[in-house]
Every structure is written in C-alpha cells, then in structure tokens.
C-alpha cells in the first residue's frame, strides 16, 4: 500500500490480543476463541498479516492451504493443515471502520492471490458472511454450487455462500 502510516505486516503470536479484540468487534455474531485464531496464525503464519495505521492494528487477514469443496467448522481447531490440499482458504479478513475505504481489503487480498499462484494453488475459496459477497464478487470470487456443504455455511450465517476464485 501507498499510504502513509498504513501498512500491512507479517502477523505474529505477540500480536493476537489485538487480533482477538479486532475480531470481537467486526465480527460480533461469527464468534471465535482466541485459541482458533491463534492455531491458524501457528499453522501457517505465511498467510497471517496485521494492518497497521499510524503502527496501531485495524484489521487483519488468516489464510491457509485448505481442500476444496471441504469447510472448517466455525471457531472450531483443525489441528493441523490437511494433506492435498488443493485450494487456498481465505479464514478471516476482517477491518476496523477506520481502515475500510483506503483499499487495504484489496490490495491484501491480491497479496494473497500471488502467493497462492506462487505456492501452485489453482484456486482461492472462502465463507462470505455479513454482506461480503459484493466485496469478493469485485475480486473474481463466484459462488460456488456446494448443496453437500448447505448445513455447514448454515452454522456460520443464513446467507453464508461458499466462493470461488479460480486463478
């Protein structure tokens, strides 16, 4: 990002009470413990960022290898990253009010396009939640037709779809 004092930053153990607090209040109803945050952060930290405004946290993004067509359970441990994994899984990306607007959902969220195509992944998939589908749908995420996985996007939301970006 170009912008003076925000920056989006290699995510660290040191930094997951802010990650827990930023979670708290931009996702009050999609309630996770700090356990599960901090597991995904330990599994595969080449995918956990913190963004920084003037170096204080205002979002954060958790991103794993996951199988697709397959879904972690909501603020559930997964214990360890699943052997063929063939899609790259967008966990959370979640943002202060302060930090929405300035394109930083964006510019990460192409961050993790490239390296997932550096890492060989043909696809990236993700839960859309709180209204988000139009914010993916601009980044080349299409919902994908998932009847198997109907109960389980029901225990996120109602409206929760699965989505799919090839690359």
Do not use: C
């Amino acid at each position: 990002m170009k912008i003076p004092g925000v920056a989006w930053r290699t995510l660290t153990g040191y930094d997951m009470p802010a990650v827990e607090k930023i979670a708290a209040t931009v996702h009050p109803d999609f309630p996770e413990s700090y356990d599960v945050l901090a597991e995904r952060q330990r599994l595969y930290h080449n995918g956990t960022y913190l963004l920084e405004i003037g170096e204080r946290p205002a979002g954060y993004v958790l991103s794993h290898p996951w199988v697709l067509g397959t879904l972690p359970a909501l603020n559930t441990l997964i214990g360890e990253l699943p052997a063929g994994a063939d899609t790259y899984y967008i966990h959370d990306l979640a943002l202060l009010p302060v930090a929405r607007r300035i394109g930083a959902a964006s510019y990460i969220t192409e961050a993790l396009a490239k390296h997932a195509r550096a890492h060989g992944f043909p696809t990236m998939s993700l839960v859309a939640v709180n209204g988000s589908q139009g914010f993916w749908e601009r980044h080349e995420f299409q919902i994908a037709d998932a009847p198997h996985l109907r109960d389980k996007l029901k225990s996120y939301e109602e409206a929760a779809v699965l989505m799919v970006r090839r690359l």
